[in-house]
């Protein structure tokens, strides 16, 4: 079993920051792409930020410029340090990772989502 934590969400001012992590744990053999996304009432899900297990990283051009992906391979954890954040932030973010159980097969697993809400 694998699972996939995040914390680091919560209530900040526009043009303010947050950090958000999300701590891998369980049957890992290793991790591949790791990603942040997130959901605003209504809205589909959408894509935030992603990097791979080298750390190369990319990102929409609705965060890029105030949001940084970032990974520390050797506590299977990934980050997302926002900045100037804007009230069109605000949604529930989740944490994405494939995940090598064993050596040949991956799995895709979601964490269980943290609010961050940016008021104006």
């Known amino acids: 079993q694998v699972q996939l934590v995040e914390s680091g969400g919560g209530l900040v001012q526009a043009g303010g920051s947050l950090r958000l992590s999300c701590a891998a744990s369980?049957?890992?053999?290793?991790?591949?792409?790791m990603a942040w996304y997130r959901q605003a009432p209504g809205n589909q899900r959408e894509l935030v930020a992603t990097?791979?297990?080298?750390?190369?990283?990319s990102y929409p051009n609705s965060v890029k410029g105030r949001f940084t992906i970032s990974r520390d391979n050797a506590k299977n954890t990934v980050y997302l340090q926002m900045n100037s954040l804007r009230p069109e932030d605000t949604a529930v973010y989740y944490c994405?990772?494939?995940?090598?159980?064993?050596?040949?097969?991956?799995?895709?697993?979601w964490g269980q989502g943290t609010q961050v809400t940016v008021s104006s």
């Open positions: 990097i791979t297990n080298s750390g190369s990283t």
């Open positions: 369980g049957s890992i053999f290793s991790i591949n792409d």
């Open positions: 994405n990772a494939w995940i090598y159980s064993g050596r040949f097969f991956q799995n895709n697993y």
